[in-house]
Nanobody, 122 residues
């Protein structure tokens, strides 16, 4: 069993920055990790993913503003969010899956965190 715990959400003004963290625990963990988000009234959408070796993928809406990274020794992934916009307001979910495609293509990872709220005020 794998547990994912997010932290770092909060309220920030437009143009500001936040860093989200996702700590993985449980049995030996060596999976690609990613972030998704869901705004009110909208479907959950892919944000970014990082493989164990550091390959990254981003949604077009966040390229150039968000950076995903991971510390394999700590089993933790990070999402640095800069130049935040009100439309970035959403619940952000950490996710993980052994299959890269389930993060970046089908949005069906096997493991999810509980989510953390990010609110960007104008």
């Amino acid at each position: 069993q794998v547990q994912l715990v997010e932290s770092g959400g909060g309220l920030v003004q437009a143009g500001g920055s936040l860093r989200l963290s996702c700590a993985a625990s449980g049995r030996t963990f060596s999976n690609p990790m990613g972030w998704f988000r869901q705004a009110p009234g909208k479907e959950r959408e892919f944000v970014a993913a990082v493989s164990v070796r550091g390959t990254v993928s981003y949604a077009d809406t966040v390229k150039g503003r968000f950076t995903i990274s991971r510390d394999n020794a700590k089993n933790t992934a990070y999402l640095q969010m800069n130049s935040l916009k009100p439309k970035d307001t959403a619940v952000y979910y950490c996710a993980a899956d052994p299959a890269w495609v389930r993060l970046v293509r089908t949005a069906t990872p096997g493991y999810w965190g509980q989510g953390t709220q990010v609110t960007v005020s104008s």
